[in-house]
């Protein structure tokens, strides 16, 4: 098989990567829940590389992203529920109703603002229109938070889960009450990491997080613009690390942890500059 600039080959791919006996055994394996992560971190890399201004590796990125959606189509496929030219036919007939002023109505002298409005009606209809077809169940109670979106990075829809929640009564009065939560919620991953139980562990970790943006939220912190700056302060004190052992001819791999802890230490005091572009903390 031959790499080709028509859709059909990709997806000939995935087929072929998810055909049981003959295909790859890690891709056989995969549901949407476990491919999930990569599509959203995919995402994360094409914004990256556009915030870099590299075209070269947004294509690639593009590329990757283009991957996600077609690994989950082959998978719909497979359960008969539905294939990527349903994929394309749904977008572009949402593209088109949502262009009136392009496709239909040839108005070639509307303004900025009259698309915006339009835009925002025929979304407004589109969602009244999936909320009738679901069933009387789905539609019967609406949620204080239905309105956060449920596609908002995890760190994000935290935070605008706990302040919608928060508009009616239900927070916290004081960011220390917070803390002692997060105390609480450590010790219970304490507990499950006793009895072993990773299912558990999971949930509990993500409980701590979960009161961890609280925190950050009642001290007026951005978790996700706080997470970066401690990511780029720790990669910048484990460049610190490699450079100080490269200078005694030493490699990462040969060091104990005590050499790297003690020189983890020295870098927290030391004067190591971020580079350009990044947060510093």
């Given at each position: 098989m031959t790499p080709s600039r028509d859709i059909s080959r990709l997806i000939e791919i995935m087929a072929a990567l998810r055909t049981p006996v003959t295909g790859c055994p890690w891709d056989l394996v995969q549901n949407f829940e476990t491919i999930a992560p990569y599509t959203i971190e995919e995402a994360y890399e094409v914004a990256d590389a556009i915030t870099r201004g590299d075209l070269d590796d947004l294509r690639e990125e593009l590329g990757d992203l283009l991957l996600q959606v077609v690994y989950?189509?082959?998978?719909?496929?497979?359960?008969?529920?539905?294939?990527?030219?349903?994929?394309?036919?749904?977008?572009?007939?949402?593209m088109i109703r949502r262009h009136p002023h392009v496709f239909a109505d040839k108005d070639g002298n509307i303004q900025p603002a009259g698309?915006?409005?339009?835009?925002?009606?025929?979304?407004?209809?589109?969602?009244?229109?999936?909320?009738?077809?679901?069933?009387?169940?789905?539609?019967?109670?609406?949620?204080?938070?239905?309105?956060?979106?449920?596609?908002?990075?995890?760190?994000?829809?935290?935070?605008?889960?706990?302040?919608?929640?928060?508009?009616?009564?239900?927070?916290?009065?004081?960011?220390?009450?917070?803390?002692?939560k997060i105390r609480e919620e450590a010790d219970e991953i304490e507990a499950a990491l006793d009895r072993n139980d990773k299912v558990e562990i999971a949930e509990e970790t993500g409980d701590l997080m979960f009161a961890l943006v609280n925190l950050a939220r009642h001290v007026d912190a951005d978790p996700e613009t706080a997470l970066r700056a401690t990511n780029?302060?720790?990669?910048?004190?484990?460049?610190?690390?490699?450079?100080?052992?490269?200078?005694?001819?030493?490699?990462?791999?040969?060091?104990?942890?005590?050499?790297?802890?003690?020189?983890?230490?020295?870098?927290?005091?030391?004067v190591v500059p971020a580079k350009a572009g990044t947060h510093t903390a």
């Open positions: 989950h189509a082959r998978m719909a496929e497979e359960q008969n529920a539905f294939a990527f030219g349903d994929v394309v036919e749904a977008i572009t007939r949402k698309v915006k409005s339009a835009w925002e009606r025929i979304k407004a209809e589109e969602k009244a229109e999936r909320a009738a077809r679901r069933p009387p169940e789905d539609t019967a109670h609406k949620s204080l938070l239905a309105s956060v979106k449920v596609g908002l990075p995890a760190l994000t829809r935290a935070m605008e889960l706990q302040r919608k929640a928060s508009t009616v009564g239900f927070d916290w009065n004081d960011p220390r009450a917070v803390l002692a780029a302060k720790f990669e910048r004190r484990f460049a610190y690390i490699e450079k100080a052992l490269a200078a005694k001819g030493r490699s990462l791999e040969r060091a104990s942890l005590e050499e790297m802890d003690a020189l983890w230490n020295e870098a927290k005091t030391a």
